[in-house]
T-cell receptor, first 113, second 116 residues
Framework: EAGVAQSPRYKIIEKRQSVAFWCNPISGHATLYWYQQILGQGPKLLIQFQNNGVVDDSQLPKDRFSAERLKGVDSTLKIQPAKLEDSAVYLC???????????FGPGTRLLVL | AQKVTQAQTEISVVEKEDVTLDCVYETRDTTYYLFWYKQPPSGELVFLIRRNSFDEQNEISGRYSWNFQKSTSSFNFTITASQVVDSAVYFCALSEATDSWGKLQFGAGTQVVVTP
């Protein structure tokens, strides 16, 4: 069974530019999460989808971050405009349902210069 | 407030030594889940174990073992006879029942360095 796929794996941009990350969850997984992991810290939840609806975006900086999950499968996370402090690894995870184990993708490493 | 505390920032051991990683959590819920994940240098978080709050049985899986003690709010992880491939950052995480959507709250992680 294929795992969670993410792309790109690495991205370097200048501040104030925009960037988008893509996630394809494990087939059949209804719940999808985006986490931000700053160097030296544990991941922190940005947004959670149940099918194609948002159930928790309380930690998402909505002035610059946006996310969508069209058709309840793939998801994209966008940052516009990027700031230096957005440099981090962005991890996507999915589960069959809310209380099941979350499985993570390889992450996208973002460097904002 | 930090709900999961991993006090050890880094642990260095020589191959074949045992290593124990501490995890202390804080919750008012009676129903919750605890997890351990491994993050090797490649960056992907690898699931190791999931334990619910009603199951205090200790668990052993190969060289890995977990000690869950509700009385001290701890969920410690031991690697027996460590190997170089065990070098990674290990995260403990909590998912609470009052958070009905099951988000994970991670500790800061413990870097394990195993040298030959």
């Amino acid at each position: 069974e294929a795992g969670v796929a993410q792309s790109p794996r690495y991205k370097i941009i200048e501040k104030r530019q925009s960037v988008a990350f893509w996630c394809n969850p494990i087939s059949g997984h209804a719940t999808l999460y985006w986490y931000q992991q700053i160097l030296g810290q544990g991941p922190k939840l940005l947004i959670q989808f149940q099918n194609n609806g948002v159930v928790d975006d309380s930690q998402l900086p909505k002035d610059r971050f946006s996310a969508e999950r069209l058709k309840g499968v793939d998801s994209t996370l966008k940052i516009q405009p990027a700031k230096l402090e957005d440099s981090a690894v962005y991890l996507c995870a999915s589960t069959l349902s809310t209380w099941e184990t979350q499985y993570f993708g390889p992450g996208t490493r973002l460097l904002v210069l | 407030a930090q709900k999961v505390t991993q006090a050890q920032t880094e642990i260095s051991v020589v191959e074949k030594e045992d290593v124990t990683l501490d995890c202390v959590y804080e919750t008012r819920d009676t129903t919750y889940y605890l997890f351990w994940y491994k993050q090797p240098p490649s960056g992907e978080l690898v699931f190791l174990i999931r334990r619910n709050s009603f199951d205090e049985q200790n668990e052993i899986s190969g060289r890995y073992s977990w000690n869950f003690q509700k009385s001290t709010s701890s969920f410690n992880f031991t690697i027996t006879a460590s190997q170089v491939v065990d070098s990674a950052v290990y995260f403990c995480a909590l998912s609470e029942a009052t958070d009905s959507w099951g988000k994970l709250q991670f500790g800061a992680g413990t870097q394990v360095v195993v040298t030959p």
